[in-house]
């Protein structure tokens, strides 16, 4: 609780990430005339609107002292699901995304409930549905299959005034998770119940009613995530969700979030999720070798984490 | 109350419906029809500029030895014309990033996007984009691929190729027996195409029975390693589709280990050069050709399109045949299993 609220002192492994990550903006935009373009930069908002709202959903999870392997394929699932059932029909965009949310909050309550009853570590009961749902996306098809609709494609691809609409949608969303992870009872419990679970039942926090509403969380924003990316698609490529849960942890962590647990912020996960998508974007605009992107982009995050990450507190 | 149960009723009949509807699977189009439409002359005036230009290239994988010779192809016609600098990013299989790769490369004012896809439908509406933004596309080493933001392809059709491997391999065992399969990335159009090609062969032969289909990831450490599998499950495999060199390696590794090399029979592979060090040594399977030239061709349209010249929207880089007694010419001893065979100049081959 008190990691929320810290003291407004500039710290490195809280504000590390922001001094990185306004530092490599502002000497990207000095000396790469592409990069600061207005155009490149509502570019690399409509890159990390997915990435962004995935980051959000796994925040609460790793703050609650957990982990969900799960997203990427609840994302994964959605684009196939949303994809087939809209077929281009923008009548249906509403109650499908409702529905597609409804299936991404099942699927986590349904790990919140494993995890609580199963008593399993969190990494390897979400890994196990992650298996499951790539089964079942299989089971279902092996190629792109359906289409989004009109008014997905605008909100994942449009802009208005210059602002894509899938930036203001995530910081709508950012908003109101910082909201409940900062300023709420259930956000105070979170972080007690990740810091320290013992501490926090002796408290009389309900520990695992915590998880249970994070995996739920979790759930409802990977699909979300999942309806988005499709709509970034256009159609319901059954790998799309391929490898999204470990870049939106990467994300989470490079913001400083702790995975042992206990402390974490929404802002500083998103400056993480918006530090991948400008390395990416400096990159490429540099016209470095893909091979050598790899590289940077790894001694990156190891170099970001390291600053950010209090040396000893995850072990 | 009311609402809720509303709700609850609306979510089941969505659910319902979800099952109801299934994914569309469409046939491949025929041979003849995609020939026709490749046949067709695009106007290109609009797209007509003065040099030098900037190519980019869109890769939907780099890590994979096809791709790297492609590029290299690419770069080799390139260095021909008034071309300036050639741009490549690497989407690593993930059709997202390739969406926000060409995205990036646009922004970098390129005059020209070659690109190999992870998915055709994935990136048909960024395509679209650049063809709006008077960008003009060329599609390499794919399918023929037929989509307003597609403007020319220098195409190997997947399905023909595997049409051909099958075929080679129906008449290898004699038109009866169990084979395997091995395609690879599942989702990916290689494999679906590929595996369309076989069961459309396969309604032919009646007496062919296709015991598993197993997607390899072009991976020869994973090919071997399902193939273990399949020889523990399977007592008696007659045959082994198997389109990709790399993973046909894999493949044999594993039956030459099990001391099973001897009952069955491999299908052509491609020109990966591990693949035909094999068949050199077992005079058996033999290639279909997956031409890495089609990066070149695909440059060679490009330049014509800036041009102002009217192309066809595509262009064949046929497969071909190539029997186990006329691996040699294509086979490279003294390089890696890692090359493929190309008429690459020396600067151009891969370091």
Excluded at chain 1, 241 to 261: F, K, M, Q, Y
Excluded at chain 2, 216 to 224: I, Q, T
Excluded at chain 2, 330 to 337: E, F, G, I, S, V
Aim: net charge neutral; glycine share 10%.
């Amino acid at each position: 609780m008190a990691v929320v609220r810290a003291p407004r002192r500039l710290a490195l492994d809280r504000d590390g990430i922001f001094l990185l990550l306004a530092a490599t903006v502002i000497i990207a935009a000095l000396t790469i005339p592409a990069f600061r373009d207005p155009a490149n930069f509502a570019n690399l908002f409509r890159q990390a609107g997915v990435l962004g709202i995935l980051a959000i959903g796994q925040t609460f999870v790793i703050v609650a002292g957990m982990i969900d392997l799960s997203i990427g394929m609840i994302a994964g699932l959605v684009v196939v699901l949303s994809s087939v059932l809209l077929n281009g029909n923008a009548v249906l965009t509403l109650p499908v995304v409702a529905l597609m949310i409804l299936v991404g909050a099942g699927i986590g309550l349904l790990n919140g409930v494993l995890l609580n009853t199963l008593r399993l570590h969190p990494l390897i009961l979400t890994f196990g549905m992650l298996s499951v749902l790539q089964g079942a996306i299989f089971s279902f098809t092996d190629k792109s299959v359906g289409r989004t609709s009109e008014p997905l494609s605008i909100l994942a691809n449009g802009d208005i005034f210059g602002i894509p609409w899938i930036a203001i949608l995530l910081m709508g969303l950012a908003v109101g998770a910082h909201f409940l992870f900062a300023r709420s009872r259930f956000g105070y419990h979170l972080v007690a119940a990740g810091g320290n679970p013992e501490s926090a039942r002796r408290a009389g926090i309900n520990v695992e009613r915590i998880r249970l509403a994070v995996f739920v969380i979790s759930g409802a924003t990977a699909a979300l995530a999942g309806v988005l990316l499709a709509g970034r698609l256009g159609t319901g490529y059954p790998l799309a969700g391929n490898g999204l849960e470990l870049d939106a942890i990467v994300a989470v962590v490079l913001g400083g979030t702790l995975l042992s647990g206990g402390r974490g912020s929404i802002w500083r996960s998103l400056a993480g999720v918006l530090m991948l998508a400008v390395i990416s974007n400096v990159l490429n605009l540099l016209g470095v070798s893909a091979f050598v992107q790899q590289f940077i982009k790894g001694v990156i995050v190891i170099v970001a984490i390291l600053l950010n990450q209090p040396r000893g507190a995850n072990a | 109350m009311k609402l809720t149960r509303r709700l609850l009723l609306g979510v089941a009949a969505l659910a319902t419906a979800s099952l109801a509807v299934g994914p569309a699977f469409a046939d491949q189009a025929s041979d003849a029809a995609q020939t026709a439409k490749a046949a067709e002359t695009v106007d290109t005036t609009a797209f007509k500029k003065e040099g030098p230009y900037k190519i980019g290239v869109s890769a939907g994988y780099l890590a994979n030895s096809w791709v790297v010779f492609a590029l290299q192809h690419v770069r080799w016609e390139a260095s021909k014309h008034n071309v300036s600098e050639v741009v490549v990013t690497d989407a690593a299989f993930n059709p997202a990033k390739q969406v926000s790769d060409i995205e990036d490369l646009l922004r970098q004012n390129i005059d020209l996007l070659i690109y190999w896809p992870v998915d055709d439908a994935s990136v048909a509406d960024v395509l679209k984009r650049a063809v709006d933004a008077g960008v003009p596309t060329v599609q390499a080493g794919g399918g023929f691929t037929d989509a307003p933001g597609v403007v020319s392809n220098a195409y190997i059709s997947q399905w023909k190729l595997g049409e051909m491997v099958a075929r080679h391999l129906m008449t290898d065992i004699g038109g009866k027996g169990k084979i395997v399969a091995m395609l690879p990335i599942a989702g990916t159009t290689a494999a679906v195409d590929q595996l369309d090609a076989l069961n459309t062969v396969l309604k032919e032969y009646p007496d062919v029975q296709l015991l598993s289909v197993e997607y390899g990831d072009w991976n020869r450490a994973k090919a071997k390693q399902i193939t273990e599998n399949l020889l523990q499950r399977f007592p008696e495999i007659d045959g082994v589709y198997s389109p990709a060199g790399q993973m046909s390696i894999g493949m044999a590794e594993a039956f030459d280990e099990a001391g099973r090399l001897g009952e069955t029979v491999f299908s052509p592979g491609d020109e990966y050069n591990g693949w035909l060090k094999w068949v050199a040594a077992h005079k058996q399977g033999g290639a279909v050709t997956f031409p890495t030239r089609a990066g070149q061709v695909a440059v060679q349209i490009g330049m014509d399109i800036l041009a102002g010249k009217p192309v066809t929207r595509g262009i064949a880089v046929p497969s071909e045949y190539v029997a186990p007694a006329d691996i040699g010419p294509l086979t490279a001893p003294d390089r890696p299993d890692d090359w493929w065979a190309s008429d690459l100049p020396a600067e151009f081959l891969p370091q």
